[in-house]
């Protein structure tokens, strides 16, 4: 069986990470125009820069729950015929374990050229002043996807979505597509496809079935009746 898993902010939420459309989520609390849109990066880049300073900081301070755990279980027992896409640009999904991680919005942990494209480790704190190792040009970025762009690894995951007999969703609004048209593909492609979610997302209807209730009790026996059968 073939099982493609999109992971977003609520599976990091046990682990003291913020997510973004709950109460006092991130866009409860900033308004994503100034923060995570190439137009708020070229306004204002220390604003910017230091609002992923403070998520990197708090990414690396937080460890991984019993959910990543447990999804990292499932990948080392299925191997190949388990495709793990996150929307998270935290690293707690390698950290319990899990190899290969999709990160289709990018990662806390890596920096961008907008002038060249290079890409390189992020340092901890990254400042305007910073310049690209290969062009030299000023205020790199996080290389991270912004409202308006193009997730990353897209191919990966529309073929892992046409393959896939098992589509589930962990943790996630629904609200931001594509990836909330993901549970379309997968039906569409003939999977049975299942949300676990603390409460129901935008796109509850679209599931075959749906559980309710945090990711590190519902992942951890999830994944226990899968290796079950
Ligand atoms: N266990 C399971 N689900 C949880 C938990 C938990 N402990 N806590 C919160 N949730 C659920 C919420 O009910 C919500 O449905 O996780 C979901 C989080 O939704 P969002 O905050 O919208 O995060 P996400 O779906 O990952 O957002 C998608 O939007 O802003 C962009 O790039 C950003 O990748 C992000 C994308």
Request: proline share 7%; glycine share 10%; with cysteine.
């Given at each position: 069986?073939?099982i493609?898993?999109?992971?977003g ?5 046990e682990s003291g990470?913020?997510t973004?459309r709950?109460?006092?989520g991130l866009?409860?609390?900033y ?5 995570a ?6 306004r ?7 609002f992923?300073?403070h998520?990197?900081?708090a990414?690396?301070k937080?460890t991984?729950?019993p959910?990543h755990?447990a999804?990292a279980?499932l ?10 896409v996150t929307?998270n640009i935290?690293d707690?999904?390698e950290?319990?374990g899990?190899?290969?991680v999709i990160?289709?919005?990018g990662?806390?942990f890596?920096a961008l050229c907008?002038?060249?494209r290079?890409?390189w ?7 305007p002043?910073?310049?690209?190792p290969?062009c030299?040009?000023e205020?790199p970025?996080p290389?991270?996807?912004w409202?308006?762009?193009m997730?990353?690894h897209m ?5 892992a ?5 098992l589509f589930?969703?962990v943790?996630t ?5 594509p990836?909330?048209g ?10 049975k496809?299942l ?7 935008d796109?509850?209807?679209?599931f075959?079935?749906g559980?309710?209730?945090p990711a590190?009790v ?5 994944v226990d009746?899968?290796?079950s059968?």
């Amino acid at each position: 069986m073939q099982i493609a898993i999109l992971t977003g902010a609520g599976i990091s939420a046990e682990s003291g990470l913020d997510t973004f459309r709950d109460a006092g989520g991130l866009w409860a609390r900033y308004d994503l125009a100034d923060l995570a849109t190439p137009e708020g990066f070229a306004r204002d880049p220390s604003l910017v820069l230091d609002f992923y300073n403070h998520r990197r900081r708090a990414a690396r301070k937080a460890t991984p729950n019993p959910a990543h755990a447990a999804l990292a279980r499932l990948q080392k027992q299925k191997g190949e015929r388990v495709t793990l896409v996150t929307q998270n640009i935290d690293d707690l999904h390698e950290r319990a374990g899990s190899d290969p991680v999709i990160h289709m919005h990018g990662s806390l942990f890596g920096a961008l050229c907008g002038a060249c494209r290079t890409r390189w480790p992020a340092a901890p704190v990254m400042r305007p002043a910073d310049t690209c190792p290969a062009c030299g040009a000023e205020s790199p970025r996080p290389d991270v996807v912004w409202f308006g762009e193009m997730p990353c690894h897209m191919d990966r995951i529309m073929s892992a979505l046409a393959q896939c007999d098992l589509f589930v969703a962990v943790g996630t609004s629904g609200a931001v597509f594509p990836a909330a048209g993901f549970v379309d593909l997968a039906r569409d492609s003939g999977a049975k496809t299942l949300e676990l979610n603390l409460e129901p997302g935008d796109r509850t209807g679209a599931f075959d079935t749906g559980r309710e209730g945090p990711a590190s009790v519902l992942v951890p026996a999830w994944v226990d009746k899968v290796l079950s059968v």
